[in-house]
């Protein structure tokens, strides 16, 4: 395979190996945000991707699929658990998202955390032109951009990071902090979801490594006895906005909405979670606000029901078993406690859904509950936005979710009051008409002036002006 100008290094290929009509190995394009985001770039710069396909032990050459280069990483079975489960999961990802779940500090994963990243950048200089640019994704692959550049000073090395960057006490808890920031630091532009992330950033270069920051600029040893300047900013995250509005458009999608409604008993009112069981999500202090308000009779089951969606996720790390086992035992006890033989409390759905369907559930849903504690952007919040071409329902939002930053019209909550998130989901409930509409219209505007495409596009921009090559990559 030739090499790129344009490289994407991301945990995971945008493929997943699936059985075909045959029963024979075939890929199928996996149907994340990402890769719609990355698409449009990597066919107009005939770009190559590397990641890991998925499966361990796997070891398979550069190949295409569906006008992509796809460049494999192949991972053991023991650096699945190390690298993946262990330290991007139960180390970074506890840590970054304020140590909801307490992080576990092993030495063993980090370890396998350094070696995988060095195979991933070895790919990656392998894969590139001179002169390419490289754009590395996420908290798996932090130490990419450094040892990218040590190898290859040619690459504009952009990364962006899709988690929240903690504040400087709880990053000081981590026993490699300064190779972390070291590893980021390699690249010359540091994408973050909020302005306060990019300002955590900046503070633990500062007080970490000494170097001095200027607005979004970081002064960064050259190694020469000079500085370059990396930038770190925040570049918000988006959804294919037009995506969304098609499918909420097409009348089988608003049949089965209908159909979900009728499914449901036709309660006047239907409450809508959705997310990966994940303890950042908020989804037991959602379930307890619920749980209480129909103690209280503040709503009844014959008239209000809470759907929801908690697709399965990590489900090696005992940390998301233990959740699963809390999240299920609440909601045994709900049900157990306010169902009738024609209505149900909360319908609890473990499973993963084909997108016609999550369309069909945003648009039956009269109010949207996203009660992260922490959350880089949540996408959900902008899919149930856009879906909403009927301009009516109801988003209540957590503050400690990126997407609040944006989506202001929303009803705003801090999920760790109890009390105001009652109040919040009553409010929801009961919003006339008319507010809805004036919400509404004014969250979809935002969501479709700044769709993926933007965020690409601008992320790209902020890397051109480092770019020493002749072409420039538009998305
Ligand atoms: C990370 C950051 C940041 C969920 N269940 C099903 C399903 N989903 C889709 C949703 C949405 C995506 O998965 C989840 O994205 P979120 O943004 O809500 O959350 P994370 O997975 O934690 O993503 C986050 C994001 O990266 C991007 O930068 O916003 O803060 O944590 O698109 O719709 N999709 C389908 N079936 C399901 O059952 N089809």
Redesign the pocket.
Known sequence: MSQAEFVVVANRLPVDRVADAEGDDAWRRS????VTALEPVMRKADGAWVGWAGRPGLELEPFEFDGMHLVPVPLSADEVQDYYEGFSNDTIWPLY?DVIAAPRFKRQWWDAYVAVNQRFADAAAKAAADNAIVWVQ?YQLQLVPRMLRQARPDLTIGY?H???FPAYGLYSQLPWRRQVLEGLLGADVIGF?RVADAGNFARAVRRQLRYETKASGIAVPDGEGGTRTALAKAFP?S?DADSYIELAQRPEIQARAAEIRESLGNPSKILLG???L?Y??GIRHRMKAFGELLQDGRVSVDDVTLVQ???P?RERVDAYVQLRDEIELTVGRINGDYDTMGHTAIRY?H?????E??VALYLAADVML?T?LR?????????YVASRVDNRGVLVLSEF???ADELGSAILVNPHDIDGLKDAIMRAIEMPGSEQGRRMRALRRRVREHDVEDWSQDFLDALAVFHRGATAVTA
Do not use: C, W
């Open positions: 149907p994340g945000g990402l998202h996420d962006f899709h988690i929240p979801q995250i959804i959705v997310d990966r994940d950042t999500k969606v908690a697709s996720s759905l499973q993963a859904y084909p997108r369907e999550m996203v992260a959350d880089g952007m949540n996408l959900v919040a902008k899919e979710a990126g997407a």
